[in-house]
């Protein structure tokens, strides 16, 4: 009985490690972000990974990025520029933002 409750508290824990991560790829899902980026590949903007590297130890990151996300910018990875998302709220951006930077994991 006593290995029952430990293999339930087992799993219950990797559940409650893995469930932000998944939420976050939910929500960036449900926003249409995963129209134009992936986790570890560029599509029509660069990846996730890749915009934790690029951005890693800059204080001001979230704050940029989450900007960013709602109301779009260009020149940071070229010439295609990064739509405004009206449909995303500040505290969504901020989520998605600390997400990625986090490595998307």
Same mark, same amino acid.
């Given at each position: 009985? *006593?290995?029952?409750?430990? !293999?339930? %508290?087992a799993?219950?824990?990797?559940?409650a &490690?893995?469930?932000?991560?998944?939420?976050?790829? !939910?929500?960036?899902?449900?926003? $249409?972000?995963?129209?134009?980026?992936? &986790?570890?590949?560029?599509?029509? =903007?660069?990846?996730?990974?890749?915009?934790?590297? *690029?951005? !890693? =130890?800059?204080?001001?990151? %979230?704050?940029?990025?989450a $900007?960013?996300?709602?109301?779009?910018? /260009?020149?940071?990875?070229?010439?295609?520029?990064?739509?405004? $998302?009206?449909?995303?709220?500040?505290?969504?951006?901020k *989520?998605?933002?600390?997400?990625?930077?986090?490595? /998307?994991?």
């Amino acid at each position: 009985m *006593k290995r029952i409750f430990v !293999a339930i %508290a087992a799993l219950a824990t990797g559940f409650a &490690v893995s469930t932000p991560a998944l939420a976050d790829m !939910a929500l960036a899902t449900s926003k $249409n972000c995963m129209a134009c980026h992936a &986790v570890d590949k560029k599509l029509v =903007g660069p990846s996730y990974k890749d915009i934790a590297t *690029k951005y !890693a =130890g800059q204080a001001d990151a %979230a704050d940029k990025l989450a $900007n960013k996300v709602v109301k779009g910018g /260009s020149g940071a990875w070229g010439p295609v520029p990064m739509p405004a $998302n009206a449909q995303i709220n500040d505290a969504d951006a901020k *989520k998605l933002v600390a997400w990625i930077l986090a490595g /998307s994991k």
